[in-house]
């Protein structure tokens, strides 16, 4: 489990909603809580008011208050406070090592388009090296009656690193663990593919399905005190895992490591998910 969750703040709801979502993470699962402002100074000529040591004292406070109030909810959390000079997307890259986890918020779009992640958001995502938890404001809450961790894993190319996290995140938080795969036959196979023959098509899900269980079957052993359900999800990849999300505390996505020295690029369907699931998705990197 995480070591320390690095939280951005930077005085919008959306930070906030991000540091209660990471103060009730880090008193599930024993861990503590970092609340980081990258502060920039103001650029160019032009004459601003308040003055800029005004303007850092003012997002030092924001970093106090947040503080106060996690630690209001969860006195026994050990929340720590720092404020950084740089590059708001590279300075909370830096600020997390291995072990550790990065929380942001984000800002809703509307009812159809989603949720919003600008390029600091996209950037910590697809150039972290450790998870990333994606959080919709406002509060969005771990743990709640009922609800469960959802992994969605690329069958085809199954990740340790994906899987552990979710088992690890549902152990700690007492909860079950549903595990998707899904299977989009028109977009393996076209339109004149398995579907043109429903004998065919139901076989090879079955197929799946048994694929499915005996890759989940060692895990099941290893974390005995987790529920586990394990569903092969017939349909578009990235409408199945949005709905599959809808009434769970935790999505879990993988991303795939790619050092590009330019650009962002976290794959279509976790960029998709990050964007438009309803609940937080955790993003973990992964050879």
């Given at each position: ?229 394990a569903d092969v999800v017939a349909g578009p990849v990235t409408d199945c895992l949005v709905k599959a999300g809808q009434d769970c505390a935790l999505l879990v996505a993988g991303r795939r490591r790619r050092h590009l ?27």
């Amino acid at each position: 489990m995480a070591k320390h969750l690095v939280v951005g703040i930077d005085g919008s709801s959306a930070s906030a909603a991000a540091a209660v979502w990471a103060g009730e993470e880090a008193a599930a699962v024993g861990a503590d809580v970092l609340l980081l402002n990258v502060w920039q100074p103001p650029t160019g000529d032009t004459q601003v008011s308040p003055t800029p040591d005004i303007l850092r004292l003012c997002e030092e406070e924001q970093l106090r208050v947040a503080a106060a109030k996690l630690i209001a909810r969860n006195p026994r959390l050990d929340v720590g406070m720092e404020q950084v000079t740089g590059t708001p997307a590279t300075a909370l890259v830096d600020a997390a090592t291995a072990g550790d986890e990065i929380v942001l918020g984000s800002r809703r779009l509307g009812r159809i388009a989603g949720y919003l992640y600008g390029s600091v958001g996209l950037h910590v995502v697809a150039h972290s090296d450790c998870p990333v938890v994606l959080v919709r404001a406002p509060g969005s809450r771990p743990g709640g009656a009922g609800a469960g961790v959802v992994l969605a894993l690329d069958l085809d190319r199954p990740s340790e690193a994906l899987t552990a996290f979710a088992f690890e995140e549902a152990s700690a938080r007492g909860a079950a663990l549903r595990v998707v795969y899904v299977w989009d036959v028109r977009g393996l196979y076209g339109y004149g593919g398995p579907m043109t023959d429903r004998q065919e098509a139901a076989r090879m899900r079955h197929e799946r399905g048994r694929e499915l269980a005996l890759f989940i079957e060692p895990w099941r052993a290893a974390f005995a005190d987790v529920e586990v359900t394990a569903d092969v999800v017939a349909g578009p990849v990235t409408d199945c895992l949005v709905k599959a999300g809808q009434d769970c505390a935790l999505l879990v996505a993988g991303r795939r490591r790619r050092h590009l020295p330019v650009g962002v690029r976290i794959g279509p369907v976790t960029h998709a998910v990050v964007h438009h699931a309803p609940c937080p998705v955790a993003v973990v990197p992964h050879d």
